[in-house]
């Protein structure tokens, strides 16, 4: 066995600070800020934001970072929860490695940087730190933690917010170890929750448990040397079939893990195992009309994991239609897009979405891709007329925003202007806020000021 993988992913933690990053990782930090921060501005005015910030309101004693850059201050753990949730909310943020890293990691940034007066290049630091632990932690189990209804972000994320936290509260190795081993008995969260404001809040929980736990190291609290890895740790206990490798050394100083992963980049407000659909759909859509009130029968065919998390087979609500095939599919071929305006309450109960969501029959393979092993060889889609005649959609391997393919500079900053937008924001501010992302890591503490308390918005 690894020595502890618990000091392994503290001392790198330490030893990311000082060090210089490759360029890769810096440009996937500065794509995570800036895709969090566009999903953060769409969810700014969802009903979970507000409630979160109504249970916060009256904790606003300790006044340490704002919230929503320029909303409301509080402790740096509430206003990291009160961001992840936002970031989270309407499920547009990215993902990598089946969790969604930035969420969970540019909030707990956002919050300590300002507690911590802190540079963009340190911001970068704490993000690279975070992916790194977080990444190497899911890739020891090889069994589909969806498949057992685990979340996990909601399983993971505390711990790689608690490697951010530390390395911008400066926490020396043993203290960040501590915070990585309280953090895991923050672990939890069902896909039974999905569907709900719950699932925004596993990102935002994961965040406060992580910053609050490396306040609590700072202040001295210890945890178990071994709790990630040991014989009745974190990742033994969870593992479904007791596969996990908890033998290999973690690979961390050389960045391989953001390298090669780096993020999946949502083009749809929709759960990443719909988006290859989509896309088939609308691509489809580009050279061809498909009379909607003909078809009798449509069938999107993915892999049995992908299918696994989207249980809501007739959505009647927003939050349940983003984890849905039959949805996906739907409002694709009647819209011809998939957008926020699609997702809302009316929306979604329009009858004619509805009466086609009825129509669809997903159907499930084995058949996986080897090099993304949860999705299938491809997916598409096969439209069945009430004649009997079949067409089938093209084949689409990865999906628009998939690290394998980029979205354009002018797709992402469309995308952020359309998030701003989404949370009330007019193009102008959003797009200096836009534009000052791309300076990172090169920001003073001074950016990070006029970032987080809303100085964008005059």
């Given at each position: 066995m690894a020595a502890s993988l618990t000091r392994a992913y503290a001392h790198f933690v330490a030893q990311n600070r000082s060090g210089p990053l490759p360029a890769v990782a810096v440009e996937v930090a500065r794509l995570g800020f800036t895709d969090a921060v566009a999903?953060?501005?769409?969810?700014?005015?969802?009903?979970?934001?507000?409630?979160?910030?109504?249970?916060?309101?009256?904790?606003?004693?300790?006044?340490?970072?704002?919230?929503?850059l320029g909303g409301p201050a509080s402790s740096a753990d509430l206003t990291a929860m009160i961001d992840a949730c936002a970031a989270h909310a309407l499920d547009i943020d990215d993902y990598a490695f089946a969790n969604h890293p930035s969420?969970?990691?540019?909030?707990?940034?956002?919050?300590?940087?300002?507690?911590?007066?802190?540079?963009?290049?340190?911001?970068?630091?704490?993000?690279?730190?975070?992916?790194?632990?977080?990444?190497?932690?899911?890739?020891?189990?090889?069994?589909?933690?969806?498949?057992?209804?685990?979340?996990?972000?909601?399983?993971?994320?505390a711990i790689g917010a608690a490697a951010s936290a530390a390395s911008l509260l400066g926490l020396g190795e043993d203290e960040t170890r501590n915070a990585l081993g309280l953090a895991a008995s923050h672990a939890g969260g069902t896909m039974g929750n999905f569907g709900s404001m719950a699932k925004a809040y596993h990102a935002g929980k994961a965040a406060q448990a992580g910053v609050f736990c490396a306040l609590l190291a700072q202040?001295?609290?210890?945890?178990?040397?071994?709790?990630?890895?040991?014989?009745?740790?974190?990742?033994?206990?969870?593992?479904?079939?007791?596969?996990?490798?908890?033998?290999?050394?973690?690979?961390?100083?050389?960045?391989?893990?953001?390298a090669n992963l780096r993020l999946n980049i949502k083009k749809y407000p929709t759960v990443g195992a719909s988006q290859r659909i989509i896309d088939s759909v609308l691509e489809y859509l580009q050279d061809h009309t498909v009379d909607i009130e003909a078809l009798a029968r449509i069938?999107?065919?993915?892999?049995?994991?992908?299918?696994?998390v989207m249980p809501f087979h007739s959505p009647s609500k927003p939050e349940e239609a983003k984890f849905s095939l039959e949805y996906a599919t739907a409002c694709a071929l009647l819209h011809g897009r998939v957008g926020l305006a699609e997702l809302s309450t009316a929306a979604v109960a329009d009858p004619r979405l509805q009466s086609l969501i009825q129509r669809v029959q997903v159907v499930t393979t084995t058949d996986y891709d080897p090099d993304y092993p949860v999705a299938a060889r491809f997916d598409q889609v096969t439209l069945v007329d009430v004649e009997g005649r079949s067409v089938v959609t093209p084949p689409v391997k990865r999906a628009s925003g998939h690290a394998d393919r980029p979205l354009t500079a002018r797709q992402l900053r469309d995308k952020f202007l359309d998030c701003a937008a989404y949370?009330?924001?007019?193009?102008?501010?959003?797009?200096?806020?836009?534009?000052?992302?791309?300076?990172?890591?090169?920001?003073?503490?001074?950016?990070?000021?006029?970032?987080?308390?809303?100085g964008w918005r005059e």
């Open positions: 999903a953060l501005l769409a969810g700014s005015r969802e009903p979970v934001t507000r409630v979160a910030g109504k249970a916060v309101a009256a904790r606003h004693a300790v006044q340490e970072s704002r919230a929503l969420a969970v990691l540019v909030p707990v940034a956002l919050a300590c940087g300002q507690a911590a007066r802190a540079d963009g290049a340190a911001l970068v630091s704490a993000y690279v730190a975070g992916y790194e632990v977080w990444a190497d932690l899911m890739s020891r189990e090889p069994d589909h933690l969806h498949s057992r209804g685990w979340h996990p972000t909601a399983l993971f994320g202040a001295g609290m210890t945890a178990t040397v071994d709790v990630i890895e040991g014989e009745r740790g974190l990742l033994r206990t969870l593992s479904p079939q007791g596969r996990v490798d908890v033998q290999s050394e973690p690979e961390l100083g050389a960045y391989r893990r953001i069938e999107p065919r993915v892999s049995e994991k992908h299918a696994a949370g009330g924001i007019n193009d102008a501010p959003a797009s200096g806020l836009f534009d000052r992302l791309q300076a990172l890591p090169g920001w003073s503490f001074a950016d990070l000021a006029w970032v987080t308390s809303g």
